[in-house]
Structures are given as C-alpha cells and as structure tokens.
C-alpha cells in the first residue's frame, strides 16, 4: 500500500474534495481508512459528510504516523470531527442514535482530513472552524 501512496499529485498545493458518506458506506474498515489516505497523500484536504468510526479514526492516526520517516514528504495528518451540539434532549438523543444505526453513519457531524504539509491546524469551537495551512 506505502507504494501506490507515494505517487503525491500536488507537492507544492493543495485541493479541496468533498466526500458524501455514501461514497465510503458500503466499504469495509481498511477499505475506508485505504480511500482516505489515498485522497490525503494526493494533497487534498478531505471533507467527509459524516465520521469514521472511532477505531477507524484510531487505525487512521497510527497508520499515519507509522508512515511518517518511512514516505518521502509525508509529515503526518490533520483531523477534526465536528458534530451535533451535545445540548440535546435525551428523545433527540436516542432519534440520532437511532438514525445513525440505520443510515450506517454519524450524518450529522462533517470530518476533515488533511496533510500535515498543507494544514498547520485545524482549531474548532461550538460556533466555527478554523483551518491554518502552512505556507
């Protein structure tokens, strides 16, 4: 896999791309953590409708950081996950939780995914995110 990834499209840029959760939610794990890395390694900074599960986020981080010393350029990643406010009722609660069982996806929260050479920080609070990019 190191191989396939190493082929970096933008060394000096980087892109935008939007992904609907749609476009992960029939893959397995490794598959999703796979596509990911693939739009990440061509320097594109990831929008993901929606949330990788938690050990998927984890499996996403060590990867990553496995790499970094091992694939030329790569200094790691930049995630964020923002979500619903968590000052909801405990009936709205269950609905999300019912709605996230059957669409497969936390569609309410938004993910972004992006190369530590092209994002610098990503800085978030209850009411707006903040996306450094170096220089």
């Known amino acids: 896999m190191v191989k396939k990834i190493q082929k970096q499209k933008r060394i000096n840029g980087f892109a935008i791309r939007f992904m609907p959760y749609s476009e992960i939610k029939n893959l397995n794990s490794t598959q999703r953590i796979k596509k990911v890395l693939e739009i990440v390694f061509e320097n594109y900074i990831l929008i993901l409708q929606g949330r990788l599960k938690p050990e998927e986020e984890t499996r996403l981080i060590e990867d990553t950081m496995a790499m970094i010393g091992h694939v030329k350029n790569f200094k790691g990643i930049e995630l964020a996950v923002i979500s619903s406010d ?11 939780r019912i709605a996230i069982s059957l669409s497969g996806g936390d569609l309410g929260a938004v ?6 050479s092209v994002v610098k920080e990503i800085k978030r609070d209850p009411k707006k995110i903040e996306l450094m990019l170096n220089k």
């Open 111 to 116: 993910t972004i995914i992006g190369p530590a």
């Open 86 to 96: 968590d000052k909801t009722s405990t009936i709205d609660r269950l609905r999300n």
